[in-house]
């Protein structure tokens, strides 16, 4: 088996309050999900999970088959090897554009990280803005910086939390569809979370739908389009 | 009408301060006046930046929210200064008077020496009441700062791999240095006048302005104890200043 992620009956509870009830599925290494659910499901519950930031009350989180937290043992957010991106993009506002991106690269000499730093923006297709500050930039480039930022550091698992929420229409929809194109370029693994159901289905190669803290099904986006184990 | 209250209660009595000041200063400076005023500052910039540090501590762990531990030592920072001055104090007594007396009778049996006391009586004892006092002001403060940091900053940081201490240091700190500066004024200020805690543990022979004002004061001896009061009135402006300009700042924005 090739997963990057098991999940294994998951569930957990905001103050005695359930949120997700045995949640299980895997994500092989390189693929895309997208996570469907209305607002409230439990679907940011789940990505928290995932990078270590809300304990689980049951089951068990694999990362590249790690066991990364169970009911005994909760890996650290910062050993677990995730990127996460975020609906309000999360940059840090105090460094500019290059410094945010440098900030999760680890090497030895500046040099090097400023060489790596500035792929990850032709990555993205933000060359040039490297010196320009994160209030100074639109929500869409700000989304292409964090996802930068998120690469840089080269994560196992990408863990994307309805980062396309806030812009809209047209713009959005080509996002979506750059970024995924990009992902899968670079045989990244990643779950985008969304209440969207037309950028859920863009974007994954596989999608969960999630109700009530409950996952009703999951499968390609055909599978369910065309049998839909529930309306 | 408005400045009425500001009138009385402010302005006139500053200006009979500086008057008297002004005699005291023409009829020749005391000479302890400037040994006063250092140990002062020097109290008061100290223990403001350890409050300031506790204080940030106490609140970032808060922010953590899986830290019991924290939520606990929030709620018991601001017991400092729900209590009477004098009560602390003499609790900081008993507690350093009996860990001295212990450490005494130690050193007495083992090797038939006596060090002294060693934090009662100190200016250990001191720092350490008012560090006890103040964290409530400086956390208030740091919290409201805090909480304008969307936590995904922090799930951020974190998942690029820096340690919650870490985050603190390089996304936190930036981002809340100036309102911390303004937090340790506010603070710096209230050890500044700050009067029962400091008479009872200060060490002998140790003034402060605040001090100084009272002994003078307490003896209807008014001219002598206003240059030290005018002190403690115009530090005590700077943070007045400051947050209205803050104030101001935030309006128009």
């Known amino acids: 088996m090739n997963n990057t992620l098991e999940i294994c009956n998951l569930s957990c509870s905001y103050s005695d309050c359930p949120v997700l009830e045995g949640v299980t599925f895997n994500l092989q290494k390189g693929r895309l999900a997208s996570l469907l659910g209305p607002s409230g499901c439990g679907k940011s519950t789940l990505l928290n999970v995932v990078a270590g930031f809300h304990e689980l009350d049951g089951g068990e989180v694999w990362i590249d088959g790690e066991l990364a937290s169970s009911t005994h043992a909760n890996m650290r957010p910062e050993n677990r090897n995730t990127g996460m991106i975020f609906q309000d993009y999360a940059l840090f506002p105090h460094l500019d554009v290059l410094k945010n991106i440098m900030f999760g690269i680890q090497k030895s000499s500046r040099e090097k990280a400023t060489i790596e730093a500035n792929e990850c923006l032709q990555l993205v297709r933000m060359d040039g803005y490297g010196a320009r500050y994160p209030h100074e930039l639109s929500g869409g480039q700000q989304q292409r910086v964090a996802l930068a930022r998120a690469l840089a550091a080269k994560p196992s698992l990408l863990l994307m939390d309805e980062p396309f929420s806030n812009l809209d229409g047209d713009l959005r929809r080509q996002l979506v569809r750059e970024i995924r194109d990009l992902l899968k370029e670079r045989g990244i693994t990643a779950i985008l979370v969304t209440h969207d159901q037309e950028e859920a289905f863009l974007f994954g190669e596989e999608v969960g739908l999630l109700k009530s803290g409950i996952l009703q099904q999951w499968g390609t986006p055909e599978e369910i389009y065309t049998r839909p184990v529930n309306r | ?253």
Do not use: C
Not at chain 2, 91 to 100: C, K, S
């Open chain 2, 1 to 253: 009408m408005a400045l009425v209250p500001v009138l009385f209660g402010f302005v006139i009595p500053f200006l009979i301060l500086a008057s008297y000041a002004l005699e005291s200063v023409t009829a020749g400076l005391d000479s302890q006046w400037l040994r006063y005023s250092w140990n002062s500052l020097s109290v008061a910039l100290t223990a403001s930046t350890i409050t300031v540090v506790v204080g940030l501590l106490i609140s970032y762990g808060k922010r953590q929210q899986n830290r019991y531990g924290a939520s606990i030592a929030h709620r018991l920072a601001g017991i400092g200064y729900a209590m009477p001055g004098a009560v602390l104090a003499i609790g900081v007594v008993i507690l350093f008077g009996g860990v001295d007396r212990h450490i005494n009778a130690i050193f007495e049996e083992w090797f038939n020496y006596s060090p002294g006391l060693l934090f009662s009586g100190t200016m250990f004892s001191l720092l350490f009441a008012y560090v006890v006092r103040f964290p409530a002001i400086a956390t208030g403060g740091i919290d409201s700062s805090l909480s304008r940091i969307s936590p995904s900053m922090d799930h951020a940081s974190r998942s690029l791999g820096f340690s919650a201490l870490a985050t603190m240091r390089r996304v936190h700190l930036p981002m809340v240095r100036s309102s911390l500066f303004t937090v340790a004024l506010v603070v710096f200020v209230d050890i500044m006048k700050e009067l029962p805690v400091t008479l009872l543990l200060r060490p002998f022979n140790f003034e402060t302005l605040a001090t100084h004002v009272y002994y003078y004061a307490s003896d209807e001896m008014l001219r002598e104890s206003s240059l030290a009061a005018l002190m403690i009135v115009l530090v005590g402006l700077g943070p007045v200043i400051l947050l209205s300009r803050n104030v101001a700042a935030h309006r128009e924005g």
